[in-house]
T-cell receptor
Framework: DAGITQSPRYKITETGRQVTLMCHQTWSHSYMFWYRQDLGHGLRLIYYSAAADITDKGEVPDGYVVSRSKTENFPLTLESATRSQTSVYFC????????????FGPGTRLLVL | GENVEQHPSTLSVQEGDSAVIKCTYSDSASNYFPWYKQELGKRPQLIIDIRSNVGEKKDQRIAVTLNKTAKHFSLHITETQPEDSAVYFCPSSGGSNYKLTFGKGTLLTVNP
C-alpha cells in the first residue's frame, strides 16, 4: 500500500476554482484509475489510463481532466470545481487492469464550497 | 454496460456468527470476481478473488463461491469478529480489461 500515494489528503476549495489531485505509484503498474466515492453510490470510475499517454473516460468523466505523461503519475484536474464534486477521490493502480488486484491510494477528501 | 447488484445493503451479526453477502452481475462475459473490504475512513482493499474457471475459493475464515449459470457470486465469512465490520464491495469487470463496476456495497456490522 505504501507504493501508491495521493496528495493532498484534504482540500477545501471554492466553486469555480481549478483543483488538481495528484496520484503517484512506485510499482510501474500500467493501469491507473480515478474513482469518486459518495454516499449511496459506491465507487464510480471517473477516468482510467492503460499506459503513459493513453487515457479514457469512465462512468462519470464530466468536469474532470486527466493526463499521464509518466507511468508513475496520474493527476486529476477539476477545471472549474462545482459543489457536486465534493467527494472522496481514490486513485488506484493495477498491473493488469480490471483483471487483477487494484491497489488503492489513501484517498483525497475534497470539499467544494 | 455491466450492472452489479449487491444484497443485503446492510447486515448485522453477532460475533462468532457467519455472514453471507451476495452479488448478481449481468454481463455473461465477466470472468473475474473480486471482493474488496473498506473499513471506515480507509481505502478499499482486496480480500479475496475468484476466476470463472473456479467454483469456490477459501482463505481462512473467508470464502467466495461462484455460480456462473445464475450469474451470482457470494462472500462467506465464518466466525465473524468485530474487525470484520466494514463495507464490502463486489465489483465486476464484465470482461473488460480496465473497467470495474462497483456495487453500492454492504455494510457489515459485527456486534461483540
Amino acid at each position: 500500500d505504501a507504493g501508491i500515494t495521493q496528495s493532498p489528503r484534504y482540500k477545501i476549495t471554492e466553486t469555480g476554482r481549478q483543483v488538481t489531485l495528484m496520484c503517484h505509484q512506485t510499482w510501474s503498474h500500467s493501469y491507473m484509475f480515478w474513482y469518486r466515492q459518495d454516499l449511496g453510490h459506491g465507487l464510480r470510475l471517473i477516468y482510467y489510463s492503460a499506459a503513459a499517454d493513453i487515457t479514457d473516460k469512465g462512468e462519470v468523466p464530466d468536469g474532470y481532466v486527466v493526463s499521464r505523461s509518466k507511468t508513475e503519475n496520474f493527476p486529476l484536474t477539476l477545471e472549474s470545481a462545482t459543489r457536486s464534486q465534493t467527494s472522496v477521490y481514490f486513485c488506484a493502480s493495477s498491473g493488469l487492469g480490471a483483471q487483477e488486484t487494484q491497489y488503492f491510494g489513501p484517498g483525497t477528501r475534497l470539499l467544494v464550497l | 454496460g455491466e450492472n452489479v447488484e449487491q444484497h443485503p445493503s446492510t447486515l448485522s451479526v453477532q460475533e462468532g456468527d457467519s455472514a453471507v453477502i451476495k452479488c448478481t452481475y449481468s454481463d455473461s462475459a465477466s470472468n473475474y470476481f473480486p471482493w474488496y473490504k473498506q473499513e471506515l475512513g480507509k481505502r478499499p482493499q482486496l480480500i479475496i478473488d475468484i476466476r470463472s474457471n473456479v467454483g469456490e475459493k477459501k482463505d481462512q475464515r473467508i470464502a467466495v463461491t461462484l455460480n456462473k449459470t445464475a450469474k451470482h457470486f457470494s462472500l462467506h465469512i465464518t466466525e465473524t469478529q468485530p474487525e470484520d465490520s466494514a463495507v464490502y464491495f463486489c465489483p465486476s469487470s464484465g470482461g473488460s480489461n480496465y473497467k470495474l463496476t462497483f456495487g453500492k456495497g454492504t455494510l457489515l456490522t459485527v456486534n461483540p
